[in-house]
């Protein structure tokens, strides 16, 4: 098993461009987020996604869209890049184990996002 | 809602010192709580959950609801414990994680 696989591990935009993080998973894990990790901020929640079909927004998904058309990929797009969105954006699944219990997150290796 | 508070930024350390890091919860019900550690340029991983009851490289974590911690503990700190440590918290029937701030703990020789 891969696990988590994001793509690219870094990336430089100009102020405007769109891009698209792909984010992968290989353990059938219904559940599946994006984080953006800033100093001081710690993990802050973008969008996640509950299954394939159905996402919702977090904490702070202004500027960024997702979509989730399988149960392995959840891309998260910017829209129009602005410096704000310059962070480490992480990437994670899980699933729900044997009598509700909640399991850990799986962790990608992180995109390196710079907006310039 | 639910709230995860890790009130230290960073906490520095001597190697053999013992190390508490700090994390308080507020939610109404009965919640599910996790550490995770991100060592240098690495993925966050998962390094203990409160229902395990277990104790990973020497680290130990006891939830509190009375004061409604769950404070990472290890009585001897090692360099290589230098890392970002992240408190999380799951609700009742939310499988998204809560995280706090984090807080970086650093080991000196």
């Known amino acids: 098993n891969a696990g988590v696989t994001q793509t690219p591990k870094f990336q430089v935009l100009k102020t405007g461009q769109s891009m698209t993080l792909q984010c992968a998973q290989d353990?059938?894990?219904?559940?599946m987020s994006w984080y953006r990790q800033d100093p001081g901020m710690g993990l802050r929640l973008i969008h996640y996604?509950?299954?394939?079909?159905?996402?919702d927004q977090g904490e702070v998904p202004n500027g960024y869209n997702v979509s989730r058309s399988t149960t392995e990929d959840f891309p998260l797009r910017l829209l129009s890049a602005a410096p704000s969105q310059t962070s480490v954006y992480f990437c994670?699944?899980?699933?729900?184990?044997?009598?509700?219990?909640?399991?850990?997150?799986?962790f990608g290796d992180g995109t390196r996002l710079s907006i310039l | 809602a639910q709230r995860v508070t890790q009130p230290e930024k960073l906490l520095s350390v001597f190697k053999g010192a013992p190390v508490e890091l700090k994390c308080n919860y507020s939610y109404s019900g009965s919640p599910e709580l996790f550490w995770y550690v991100q060592y240098s340029r690495q993925r966050l991983q998962l390094l203990l959950r409160h229902i395990s009851r277990e104790s990973i490289k020497g680290f130990t974590a006891d939830l509190n609801k009375g004061e409604t911690s769950f404070h990472l503990k290890k009585p001897f700190a090692q360099e290589e414990d230098s890392a970002m440590y992240y408190c999380a918290l799951n609700a009742l029937g939310s499988y998204i994680p809560t995280f706090g701030r984090g807080t970086s703990l650093i080991v000196h020789p």
């Open positions: 353990m059938n894990h219904e559940y």
């Open positions: 994670a699944s899980s699933y729900v184990g044997g009598q509700g219990n909640n399991q850990p997150q799986h």
């Open positions: 996604s509950v299954g394939a079909g159905i996402t």
